[in-house]
């Protein structure tokens, strides 16, 4: 049986610095969407892989997104099981 699908949520997150998000489990490819803190189901902010599968367990991202900005991130697998980080602030670069 596969893992469940689980996404770490990334501290000390730095706009304009490189970051690597990572998980475990589900099956890819993955898509990687950047959503508003409070609001988890709402519309991404940003589409992280840009509508090309994520193959494996992680993905480097720029951090292009204002500091101080109140996020989390949704991660969906090949079968539609979804995963959330818990919500955190992206700090000043």
């Given at each position: 049986?596969?893992?469940?699908?689980?996404i770490?949520?990334p501290?000390?997150?730095?706009?304009?610095?490189?970051?690597?998000?990572?998980?475990?489990?589900?099956?890819?490819?993955?898509?990687?969407?950047?959503m508003?803190g409070?609001?988890?189901?709402g519309?991404?902010?940003?589409?992280?892989?840009?509508?090309?599968?994520?193959?494996?367990?992680?993905?480097?991202?720029?951090?292009?997104?204002?500091?101080?900005?109140?996020?989390?991130?949704?991660?969906?697998?090949?079968?539609?099981?979804v995963?959330?980080?818990?919500?955190?602030v992206?700090?000043?670069?």
């Amino acid at each position: 049986m596969p893992q469940p699908l689980t996404i770490n949520t990334p501290s000390n997150v730095v706009e304009g610095q490189s970051l690597t998000l990572s998980w475990v489990g589900g099956q890819g490819p993955y898509s990687l969407n950047v959503m508003p803190g409070g609001a988890p189901s709402g519309s991404p902010l940003k589409e992280l892989n840009d509508g090309e599968p994520i193959d494996g367990e992680s993905f480097m991202w720029d951090v292009d997104i204002p500091a101080n900005t109140y996020v989390g991130l949704t991660l969906q697998d090949v079968n539609g099981f979804v995963a959330q980080s818990a919500p955190f602030v992206i700090n000043q670069g």
